[in-house]
């Protein structure tokens, strides 16, 4: 899991869209309704792609070289890159309900002070786990 990046062909369609896809991924298409969207659109396949490919434990393709890529008239190539780890985390953001423990002055000091224990408690864990 990780950062991935691949190279996308990206062909000019009416009214200024494109459609994308990657060579090197198996199904991995999408468009795009100008060219800042299908960037976007492209990273979000991407991701989203190798994400269930590493759920599945599958191979993860290599990436071709961009020169190595056939464009026809029109298309042209670009690199894409993604980060699965993030695009989970903006992904799956549900709330999963903890119990734990504190001793019960704590409790009270913090109860006091207005502290709201599920953020505290998520950022301490973003920075024991370095995710900031």
């Known amino acids: 899991m990780g950062k991935y990046v691949y190279p996308a062909v990206f ?3 009416e009214a200024g869209k494109y459609s994308v896809y990657f060579p ?3 199904g991995c298409y999408t468009c795009g309704d100008d060219l800042a969207d299908g960037m976007e659109m492209a990273e979000d396949a991407l991701a989203l792609m190798l994400t269930h490919l590493e759920d599945e434990q599958r191979e993860i393709p290599s990436a071709s070289a961009i020169n190595d890529l ?3 008239d029109g298309e042209f ?3 894409i890159s993604c980060d ?3 695009y989970r985390h903006l992904m799956n953001n549900t709330a999963v309900k903890k ?7 704590l409790n009270d000091s913090a109860v006091a002070a207005g502290i709201n224990f599920s953020q505290v408690l998520q950022d301490a864990l973003k920075e024991q786990l370095h995710l900031r």
């Not at 119990?99 to 002055?105: K, M, V, Y």
């Open 11 to 13: 062909t000019p369609e």
């Open 77 to 79: 190539a670009s690199y």
């Open 84 to 86: 699965t780890v993030l």
């Open 99 to 105: 119990t734990l423990s504190i001793p019960s002055w």
């Open 24 to 26: 090197d991924i198996d």
């Open 70 to 72: 056939l464009v026809h």
